[in-house]
């Protein structure tokens, strides 16, 4: 069984670029997180979805930041335009809801901003 | 503020030599604390639950313990393929779904 999907796995953009990640949750799971890990600040959540429907955006760092869930099994996370503080791992996971902290992570993406 | 904190940052042992890592927190009501092994290039990877205080659940050389302020994973005779990084989150009751990450152990055991 495929896991959660995310690409592009590496991605090095200039400064001011629009930046566009991907991810696949698991099928049947109901529950979809991205969260960002930095070497400073560990694990954030940016933001998580429930059935499509974002849920807790607040760890989002700016307006610059959006994401959306247009169907059960596909996001995307958006960065325009994108800083070289942003620069970090972006994961996505995914989990049925309800099933408590038993989260299924992705590979992530490594975006590096110049 | 729901907060987590984990000690130490990094940890090498022996193959054989036992030790413990550390999981304190702060968080209004909670849900439920999870422990997470994260290899270099990979994501996390679930590996227990613990919900109330007194509670160990046990996989291969690792044991999770979990008190009302703070967590423990024990890892008994580890052996080099046990090196990753441990991470230890909570999910608080007022919080929905969400889960607040620790920022780590760096496990490193050399043969």
């Known amino acids: 069984d495929a896991g959660v999907i995310q690409s592009p796995r590496h991605e090095v953009t200039e400064m001011g670029q629009e930046v566009t990640l991907r991810c696949k949750p698991i099928s049947g799971h109901n529950s979809l997180f991205w969260y960002r890990q930095t070497m400073m600040r560990g694990l954030e959540l940016l933001i998580y979805?429930?059935?499509?429907?974002?849920?807790?955006d607040s760890g989002m760092p700016e307006d610059r930041f959006s994401a959306k869930m247009p169907n059960a099994s596909f996001s995307t996370l958006k960065i325009q335009p994108s800083e070289p503080r942003d620069s970090a791992v972006y994961f996505c996971?995914?989990?049925?809801?309800?099933?408590?902290?038993?989260?299924?992570f992705g590979e992530g993406s490594r975006l590096t901003v110049l | 503020e729901d907060q987590v904190t984990q000690s130490p940052e990094a940890l090498r042992l022996q193959e054989g030599e036992s030790s413990s890592l550390n999981c304190s927190y702060t968080v209004s009501g909670l849900r439920g604390l999870f422990w997470y092994r994260q290899d270099p290039g990979k994501g996390p990877e679930f590996l227990f639950t613990l919900y109330s205080a007194g509670e160990e659940k046990e996989k291969e050389r690792l044991k999770a313990t979990l008190t009302k302020k703070e967590s423990f994973l024990h890892i008994t005779a580890p052996k080099p393929e046990d090196s990753a990084t441990y991470l230890c989150a909570v999910q608080a009751g007022n919080q929905g779904g969400k889960l607040i990450f620790g920022q780590g152990t760096e496990l490193s055991v050399k043969p």
């Open positions: 979805f429930n059935n499509n429907v974002p849920i807790d």
């Open positions: 996971a995914s989990r049925l809801a309800g099933a408590g902290g038993e989260l299924f």
